[in-house]
């Protein structure tokens, strides 16, 4: 099949990559000559494990390629993936279709013969149609079928979520273009995962309740986690406990400092727009971002009280930026509100992130920077623990100890034990444990 993706953000890239080493032929389009100039050096422009190699090799083999200008990739491909980003619109929460709709445009005064044109951004329901009806207005004569196909990756395993997927979701009543989203779909369905056809607006709400869900689940055990903190019971055996019940399962049930990143934040608002809209309001998942919001900006606090209740001259070294381990990705993550509410309270604050500085040196500019993790916590007054980095999880304590001006750590992700680490001499703070 010839695909054409337009986006070579998160989602495009990886989709990109993933179908060219299905076999498929693959043009990335961006706008961005920056972005498609190291593309073509072969520098990946964003942090995702596996994905510079999986480029690579597509490149060599001449399955993959990118450019500026899409318009004869548009022209000769079976299938056009729009994958480009849909923001929070500022005023008012809904999500920002105005790169879905002018991808759109472009998309619709090229195609030849019948093409399908497949939403995979994250879209409210109707965006389908309006994209469809935008075609339809400027090439009346066009041939085409409108898709919705929602990705599900996560950030740090995307490639593995792809190629190996707990399911994927199309939508669409057009027999043709089920056809051609099943050649598409080929390499899985020779694996058995499973591909799901519905309508277009059930596969675009779809994506948009299994992040609601999930968001909500976090928040859940988050919640559970502040109860048991009054009661002294430990929220990770309460989560266990309850994870093991298959109804329920185990996964989104570690207690933490709030959900970030670049989906549960803004899913959840346009979601909940979407439903005021519509004048069904779904309250559960208002309250879910109400009180996460309300959580990441409490996070400070608890750095503050370990300090002794006050933060003035005080230093602190924090572990971890990225909104989770395995990605460079800083949108949304509780460092954004932690960090500046720190030094806002005076705190001198030293960082270390493996894989997000550069991001974070825009969006936090009064931070000093550090080489390791180690020296992040150089005469600091406490040590904050904030993305549960694999590096982080055996760190040598006696060392940091010593190079610590005191032995406090705050650990917003629960990777030590506390009885351990009060055993080692640590001031030992966590989430939801005792």
């Known amino acids: 099949m010839r695909v054409t993706m337009i986006g070579t953000g998160y989602v495009g890239l990886v989709s990109g990559a993933c179908f060219a080493d299905f076999g498929h032929t693959v043009v990335c389009v961006d706008k961005d000559p920056s972005k498609i100039e190291r593309l073509h050096r072969g520098e990946i422009p964003i942090f995702e494990p596996g994905l510079e190699q999986l480029v690579a090799d597509n490149v060599r083999a001449g399955r993959l390629e990118f450019t500026l200008d899409g318009a004869e ?6 299938v056009v993936f729009i994958a480009v980003g849909t923001p929070t619109r500022r005023g008012d929460g809904h999500a920002d279709l105005s790169y879905v709709y002018a991808a759109a445009e472009e998309i619709a005064g090229l195609i030849e013969g019948f093409t399908v044109i497949v939403n995979k951004s994250t879209v409210p329901v109707g965006t389908g149609d309006e994209v469809e009806a935008i075609i339809r207005r400027v090439n009346p004569d066009a041939d085409f079928a409108v898709v919705s196909n929602p990705e599900f990756l996560r950030e740090g395993a995307a490639i593995e979520d792809f190629k190996r997927p707990d399911r994927v979701v199309v939508g669409t009543d057009d027999d043709r273009a089920k056809a051609v989203m099943a050649e598409v779909y080929r390499p899985l369905s ?46 990770q055996q309460v989560a266990k406990g309850i994870g093991l019940d298959g109804r329920i399962g185990s996964k989104f049930l570690n207690a933490g400092p709030g959900y970030g990143g670049s989906c549960f934040p803004k899913d959840t608002v346009a979601l909940v727009r979407t439903a005021q809209q519509y004048g069904t309001p779904v309250r ?16 400070a606090d608890r750095v503050i009280a370990a300090l002794g209740g006050s933060g003035a001259g005080k230093t602190v070294g924090i572990l971890g930026l990225a909104f989770k381990p395995n990605t460079d990705d800083m949108r949304d993550a509780p460092s954004l509100d932690i960090v500046p509410a720190l030094i806002a309270a005076g705190v001198k604050v030293q960082a270390y992130d493996p894989e997000s500085m550069h991001e974070a040196r825009k969006l936090l500019p009064d931070v000093d920077y550090r080489d390791d993790a180690y020296s992040a916590t150089q005469d600091a007054d406490a040590i904050v623990i904030l993305t549960e980095w694999d590096q982080f999880r055996a760190l040598d304590l006696d060392r ?29 703070t966590s989430i939801g444990r005792g």
């Open 190 to 235: 020779l694996n058995d995962f499973p591909v799901i056809y519905t309508s277009r607006r059930t596969s675009e709400l779809i994506k948009y309740a299994g992040n609601a869900f999930l968001a909500l689940k976090i928040t859940f055990i988050n919640e559970i986690a502040d109860l048991c903190e009054k009661v002294g019971a430990d929220v």
């Open 400 to 428: 940091i100890k010593l190079m610590a001006r005191a032995p406090v750590i705050v650990d917003l992700r629960n990777i030590y034990r506390p009885a351990e680490m009060r055993a080692r001499g640590f001031a030992y």
């Open 284 to 299: 559960l998942v208002e309250t879910t971002v109400e009180v996460n919001d309300a959580r990441k900006k409490a996070m």
């Open 73 to 78: 990739a548009i022209r000769s491909a079976d």
